[in-house]
Structure formats: C-alpha cells, structure tokens
C-alpha cells in the first residue's frame, strides 16, 4: 500500500468527476431495483481512493447538507483535494490521507460508500479490507458503489498487460516505462505476420489504444503493480462474505451487453436465479467492468424491478429530435440523436411525444406527474384507451432504462436562457483556471476551449455580458487569446472575430454545457 502511495504521489491520477457515482444515481438505481435508499438531504458520503477531489468536491458543491469524507493513501492528492474544496468555498467536506485500512469506528456511519477505480489495483488482502469497511461503515439503509474489471472481457487486456509489464520490468521512471511500453507494443504489431490474422490486429488495436492514452490513466490503469479483474459471481460471493447482498448495476447495459430476445427467451436454461443470469450475460458480452451496488445482507429485495418506485422522481431527456417541428403522433418512424452521439428511432407516438416535450423544456424536467400525463394524452389522441397508472408507471420505467430518459432525486437550478449576470459554480470556475475537464452541473465533466475557460472563469454573478466581452478584448489586445471561435491557433482560412461575437459564442456553450444556474 505503500508504494502505491508513492506512485500516486509522484504521478497524480488526473481522473474527472463521475456522474454515476453521485447519490442522485446510486438512490435512483436503487429505486429502479425496489430498494429505499437513505434520504439524500443530509447524506453522509465516504468515498475510499478520492485522489484529488475532483469527484467529492463538485459533490460537496451540489449536496450543500450533506457531509462528506475523502480517503486517499496519496498525501500530495490529499492536499490538492483540500485546495480545490478550500478555493471553490466548499466547507462540508473532509479529506483525510491514510491507509483505507485505518478507517474504523471513528468515522461513523455512511448512507453512500463510494469505490470508483480502487477495487482491481490493490493487493488482494486490501480488497478484502475495502469490502469490510464498505459493511462495516454503512448505514442500515446505505448503498455501496463498488466498480471492478471483470472478467471474461478483461482476459485479452491482462494478456497485453503481462507482455508490456514484461518489457519494462527493471524500469522505474514512470516516463520511461510509458515510451518503452508503447514502442514494444507497436514494435509487435509491425513485426507480427501474417498482417490479416486477428491476432495481428488486435496488437495493432493495442498499440493504438497506448499511443492515444492519457499517461496518467495507463500508469494507474494498464500498468499499475496491481491489476485484478475478476468473475461477476466472485465479487458477489466474497461481498457476501462481509455482510453486503448484489443489488443493481449504477447504469442500464449498453446496446453492446444486452441480449437479443431470443437469446433472453432462453436464458433461464442456463441460469437459475439472478446472479447466474447476470454471469452469463457477462459471457455472452465479453463484459469488462462493472460499477455495482449492495447493500447489507438481509435487506429483502423485490423478485423484480418496480417501476412505481420511480413516482419521486424528475425526469430529463437522454436524446433529441432529429427534427424538433415534427408532429410525435403522426405515423412511422422518427429518428432521435442522443447526447452522446449515438441514434435511435422510434415508432412508439407516446414515447416520441414525452421525447418532444422533455427536449421543450431542457435542460430542465419534467416531475413523474407531468411525464405519464403526456404519455396519456398521446395515448388518447393516437385512439388508444386510457391507460392504467401501472402500465403509465412501466412505459416512463423502460424510458429510462433504454437510457432515453434519465430520472433525478436531486434538480439543480440550471440556466434555460442567459441571465444578466451569468453565474457558474465556483468549484467550475476553479477547475477552468487549471488544464483538464470541468464539471458542469450535471455531474459530469467536459473538456472546454481555451474561449470557453477564460469566460467561464468569469462568471461570478457580477458580470454581465458586455462586462464579459471587454474581457475578451482586454485579453485578445494583450494576446493571451487569439480572436477565433476556440480562442487558440486559427485554422487555415478561418476569419478573426470581435470581442462581442466572442462572448455571445462562449456564453452559448456555456449555457448548452449545463454550466450556467438560473
């Protein structure tokens, strides 16, 4: 544990906030599974390998009653974690560098323990203390967050990993081993022959995926002393052993990891209760990581999921129309963009009209209320009958694990149209003075533009645009920016802009990238 520490200390890991590990998500998913989580208005959050903060201080931010509590072996993490809650005037947070080991009694008790990225690279004697203090310290109604690699998917990356920890051994120098580690690996795949065989495809895939990585992640991640992916069924077998029960995965399976109907049809052949059936999906997906949730052994959990669990909840749009004048109601298809690139269509009147109407009022929400209504009236004006609340309850459910919809405990005030005096919070405002993502007020993280970062910084509810774009042009006079839309290097061609076009385009970025309160 030490020399992890060590490591940490001399390569920090740069990792963003994550949205899927923030109360709102762990509670929702929860409540998708049948389960109460503990009430989130004065929460108390421990999260085991916190690194720098960056994921416990926008928490801290958004959760302003809670209290919170950072671990974190790496004494030069811990002290960044404090100076980011200390600059952004975050107060209801704790850090604390020391062995995960030595969190005892002390500490109380915990609604939401929180282990992103710990589990599979310490040694197996601290995994199984992480487990016991995830049992120990919870609350009677507490939920762990627990992620892992897992096996089959990473086989083939322990294989790689082997072959490069092979030809560094005897490195120390963290830079070093990085190069040497991506000239073998590409040195591989141009030796390898024939050059149409999977195998020599797959090096190349590797060396690519070397060559296009974050040093930090690689180190602490492909590299790290310790690497331990292990089977679905295992991690669940040895949380019981601590006194935890599997309860939900955080997140819906992506389209790579769901069965085809036919193949769900046929599962209960080979799998005879839920643990078995989510092991064998694993195998048919060749699934790599999993980011679980449990809780205390003998909490009696529903045989299946329970869509009315979801009538607390406020709901907001995954995806877009591709065409926003559309008529939702009218027939065939229509296609849909979600935020994260990724299409869908969709033939379902109802759905497509609750689709349409959320996209009207992003970023905001709509409550549980609101959202079977319109579901209703399509239903109505499509000459279909009044649907009962149950069936309005299972359609708004499967919105939200086909991860077209997301549901919400937690509706932070964000900004629908520029206000006068712009405001983002300050832990944005502080991570937008530093390189790396920022974290807007959906829990998650973005690269900004040079543009974006300077006017960002800027927002502290005193200025108001005009303040803002004499700013810029302070700025672009002095030549700490250059007059373009990234405010870096201009591309070939690309005409110079003035201050105020500026500022209106970095404002409108801000205010789409859920940076901005109302």
Same mark, same amino acid.
């Given at each position: 544990?030490?020399s ?12 963003p ?9 762990l509670?929702?998913?929860?409540l998708m ?6 009430r989130?208005a ?16 926008p928490?801290a931010?958004s ?9 974190d ?14 600059a952004?005037?975050?107060?209801n947070v ?6 995960l080991?030595?969190?005892d009694?002390?500490f ?10 710990l @589990? ?18 919870l ?13 089959p ?7 790689f ?14 830079a070093?081993r990085?190069r040497e ?7 591989l ?7 149409? *065989?999977?195998?020599?495809?797959m090096?190349d ?34 949380a019981e052993?601590?006194g /935890? ?13 769901v ?12 799998a005879?209760?839920r ?8 195998f048919?997906?060749?699934?790599r990581?999993?980011r679980s949730? @449990?809780?205390?052994a003998?909490?009696a959990?529903?045989?299946?999921? *329970?869509?009315?669990r979801l009538?607390?909840c406020?709901?907001r ?5 591709v ?12 296609? @849909? ?23 009207g009022v ?18 109505r004006?499509t ?55 920022? *974290?807007?007020l ?19 509810g005193?200025?108001?645009?005009d303040?803002v ?15 373009t839309a990234?405010g870096?290097?201009a ?10 076009? /500026?500022?209106?385009?970095a ?8 940076y901005?309160?109302?």
């Amino acid at each position: 544990m030490a020399s992890a520490g060590s490591e940490y200390d001399e390569v920090p890991y740069l990792a963003p906030s994550f949205a899927n590990t923030y109360p709102d998500a762990l509670a929702v998913a929860a409540l998708m599974r049948g389960l109460d989580a503990p009430r989130l208005a004065g929460a108390r959050i421990l999260e085991l390998g916190c690194a720098r903060g960056a994921n416990l201080v926008p928490m801290a931010w958004s959760m302003p009653d809670a209290e919170l509590v950072g671990i974190d072996l790496s004494r030069r993490q811990i002290e960044a974690a404090r100076e980011r809650a200390s600059a952004s005037g975050t107060s209801n947070v704790t850090f604390h560098a020391m062995d995960l080991r030595d969190v005892d009694a002390s500490f109380g008790a915990f609604d939401f323990v929180i282990a992103h990225g710990l @589990f599979s690279w310490v040694p197996r004697d601290v995994q199984e203390a992480l487990l016991e203090v995830c049992a120990r310290r919870l609350s009677p109604n507490g939920i762990v967050y627990l992620s892992y690699n897992t096996l089959p998917g990473w086989s083939t990356g322990v294989m790689f990993r082997e072959m490069v920890l092979y030809r560094v051994r005897g490195i120390a120098d963290p830079a070093e081993r990085l190069r040497e580690a991506r000239r073998f690996l590409r040195f591989l795949a141009g030796a390898a022959q024939p050059k149409e *065989t999977i195998w020599a495809a797959m090096l190349d895939e590797h060396a690519s995926y070397f060559e296009q990585g974050h040093d930090w992640y690689l180190l602490h991640d492909d590299l790290e002393a310790e690497n331990d992916p292990v089977y679905f069924h295992e991690m669940v077998a040895r949380a019981e052993g601590h006194g /935890l029960q599997y309860v939900t995965e955080e997140r819906s399976l992506s389209s790579g990891e769901v069965l085809a109907p036919e193949a769900l049809e046929q599962l209960d052949r080979f799998a005879a209760n839920r643990i078995e059936r989510e092991q064998v999906v694993d195998f048919a997906c060749n699934r790599r990581f999993r980011r679980s949730l @449990f809780c205390r052994a003998g909490r009696a959990l529903p045989p299946g999921p *329970t869509p009315g669990r979801l009538a607390a909840c406020r709901f907001r749009a995954c995806v877009k129309p591709v065409d926003a004048s559309a008529d939702p109601l009218s027939p065939g298809a229509e296609r @849909f963009l979600g935020l994260d690139g990724r299409s869908l269509e969709s033939s379902d009147p109802r759905l497509r009209a609750l689709l349409h109407v959320l996209h009207g009022v992003w970023p905001g929400t709509l409550d549980h209320a609101a959202a079977t209504h319109v579901l209703a009236e399509a239903t109505r004006r499509t000459g279909g009958e009044a649907p009962a609340p149950e069936l309005l309850d299972r359609m708004v459910y499967q919105a939200v694990l086909g991860q077209v919809v997301s549901a919400h405990l937690l509706d932070p005030p964000l900004a629908t149209r520029l206000p006068e005096r712009p405001f983002v919070s300050p832990v944005a405002r502080y991570e937008a003075a530093a390189e790396g993502p920022v *974290t807007h007020l959906l829990n998650g993280s973005s690269e900004l533009e040079p543009l974006d970062r300077f006017v960002l910084r800027r927002l502290d509810g005193t200025r108001t645009r005009d303040d803002v774009a004499a700013a810029l042009r302070e700025a672009l006079e002095a030549g700490r920016l250059e007059p373009t839309a990234t405010g870096g290097a201009a591309e070939p061609g690309e005409e110079p802009m003035a201050a105020e076009e /500026l500022a209106d385009l970095a404002l409108a970025r801000l205010l789409a990238g859920c940076y901005i309160l109302r």
